[in-house]
């Protein structure tokens, strides 16, 4: 990989690490709505993304059911889960995408697995188990269950992206965001309250924190990857974008003062390590695997 393509990389990454924690802060401590502000963020990218709808692409109703799955659905479960959750333990359990779409892909495609990417999975799932379990109250994070639900979601919507045919990144962004925007708000007038006037009386950092979403994450961060993506193998790509869930942890407790605890050491770099030895393992029926839910509306 060039250097070029690599500080490339380097600042995706970067982006989709500090978005977690933007998100984070904006969700709880400013409290904003995060089915409203998944919607403003969808409602953007789709605005911003209007001259990528054409040509309308086949499979548009499939198309539209992906949308809900890695846009509605997994973002809503996403933000809910950052608000229930720290940012440093969200960045880590948002990797278990790349063992689960490995499951996936063994139980919908026919992939089959040796001992090492078996070692991965098992040494994944303990990892964030083991950060997201409280021994002292015997409890089990719900914040961190809401994600672990998003990655299902999101690999899911992976696995049925292989049933269409080949779009841009940008093409992708446009349309989740097309079919994404208005679900989320339908749900958050039903559900949530007040979060027009949270929103607006949160002042520019909330509107710069969604304008960083819609251009740093989804525009400037799935466009370079998918760059990336038409030039290198994703086995060279996905250890790489480990770096995402490193950057999350770093700005978690440089930004929001969030503990560093010993459970979340351990289990994060057990977690890590697992999703590294599958990312360095080919997936024959599903290389995108290896990227967990970097192929679908991105990373956070």
Known sequence: M??????????????????LVLTRWV?????????????VRFAGVALF??????PVPEKLFTLAVISVLIGSLNFALLFIGLKNAEASAVAVTGQLGVPISTLM????????????????????????????FDPTSFR????????VAC?????????????????TGLQ???????????????????????????????????????????????????????????????SMLSPLTLMTPLWGVVFGILLLNEPISPRLLLGGGMALAGVFIIAVRQNTRLPEAALGKKIGAGDS
């Open 49 to 54: 993304l209007i001259p990528f709808l054409r």
């Open 172 to 234: 992708v962004q446009a349309w989740v965001g097309l079919f994404s925007f208005a679900p989320l708000f339908a749900i958050s007038f039903l559900w949530e309250s007040g979060q027009v006037s949270t929103y607006v009386q949160g002042g520019w950092p909330v509107w710069l924190a969604s304008l960083f979403a819609i251009f740093g994450v989804s525009i400037f961060g799935h466009g370079g990857f998918y760059t990336l993506i038409k030039k290198y193998d994703v």
């Open 140 to 147: 089990i994070s719900t914040g961190l269950m809401y994600v």
């Open 105 to 132: 892909s063994m139980a919908f495609l026919g992939e089959r697995i040796g001992w090492r990417r078996g070692l991965g999975i098992m040494l994944s799932f303990a990892g964030v188990m083991l950060i997201a």
């Open 2 to 19: 060039s250097f070029r393509d690599f500080l490339l990389l380097f600042f995706v990454c970067l982006a989709w690490g500090i978005n």
């Open 151 to 167: 990655a299902f979601i999101g690999s899911y919507g992976g696995i049925l992206m292989k049933q269409m045919p080949a779009l």
């Open 27 to 39: 969700v709880a401590d400013l409290a904003v709505p995060p089915f409203f502000f998944a919607a």
